[in-house]
């Protein structure tokens, strides 16, 4: 990305720094598999501490600020803001490197722990890539092949999203379709007092969800095959639907129902290249 703002330390200087740092990664990817020409592309936080790493869109994390914000000023205007198209979070335990993913599906929040291990295979090959020398590793997750480059002179068994566990940060990954990559951008020395916050602490109005990986995935493909289903249980308990049009005048509950499953399984049907491939098999 052009407007990266952020500057490439010596191996020196991130030792210094080595228990509060932030690792921005450009995230490209293809959501279609029938137009691999059309890939999308967010900036990616990895924000590391003594306690752990967290990795989560730096549009969502802005867009989540101002409308936490606005809701205390009481506005519901939310127009203009750019939400981010990645809105999973990924937190790493240290020393231990357990995983949790939280994401929504349909109404609800979750918290997943995934104990799935990576299986690498180091290679010999080495490549520069920015300021850091880099060696190649592979390994297979998700239902994708993926071709990593890490480096030691940044000291964490780290990476973007769930990688983890080579002996150097990551700094380039991707598969073998080319369809997801991350590369890292830039490094920010972060103040003592922005150690990253657990998703764990944020409030919310219902608690999360706590699943493994695979019941999880199990309500991911749920949700694909019934789009409507939160709400239709919504109404079910007595909750109340309203649908309006831009005047405020109420529009038939039923056909908007049906017009948004359409829609949804329209996208859904675009979307079929997800990064755990494997959910959908």
């Known amino acids: 990305m052009k407007n990266l703002l952020f500057t490439i330390f010596t191996f020196s200087s991130i030792l210094f ?21 059309k890939s999308q592309t967010e900036l990616m936080y990895l924000d590391i501490s003594k306690k752990g790493s967290k990795f989560y869109s730096r549009d969502k994390a802005v867009a989540d600020s101002i409308m936490d914000e606005m809701n205390k000023k009481g506005s519901n205007d939310f127009e203009g803001i750019k939400f981010g198209q990645v809105q999973s979070i990924v937190e790493k335990s240290y020393p231990d490197y357990k995983i949790y993913f939280f994401n929504r599906v349909d109404m609800d929040e979750y918290k997943v722990s995934d104990e799935r291990k990576l299986d690498w295979k180091i290679l010999s090959e080495k490549e ?7 060696q190649k590793a592979t390994t297979y997750f998700a239902g994708r092949k993926w071709i990593a480059w890490f480096t030691t ?116 049907a675009k979307n079929n290249n997800l990064l755990e491939l494997d959910i959908l098999k």
């Open 153 to 268: 002179d940044i000291p964490f068994q780290d990476g973007p999203y769930k990688f983890r566990g080579l002996p150097g940060l990551i700094v380039k990954i991707e598969d073998k379709a080319n369809s997801h990559s991350f590369i890292l951008k830039g490094v920010k020395n972060l103040k003592p007092d922005e150690i990253w916050i657990s998703e764990n602490d944020t409030k919310r109005y219902e608690p999360l969800i706590i699943l493994s990986h695979d019941k999880y995935n199990k309500q991911v493909i749920d949700q694909r095959n019934n789009p409507t289903k939160g709400l239709r249980q919504l109404m079910a308990r007595g909750g109340t639907v309203k649908f309006t049009d831009q005047d405020g005048k109420e529009l038939d509950t039923s056909k908007m129902m049906r017009e948004q499953e359409q829609r949804a399984k329209e996208n859904n």
């Open 128 to 134: 520069k890539i920015g300021e850091f020398n880099t």
């Open 17 to 37: 720094y080595a228990q509060n740092q932030r690792f921005s990664y450009e995230y490209k990817f293809v959501t279609d598999s029938t137009a691999k020409d």
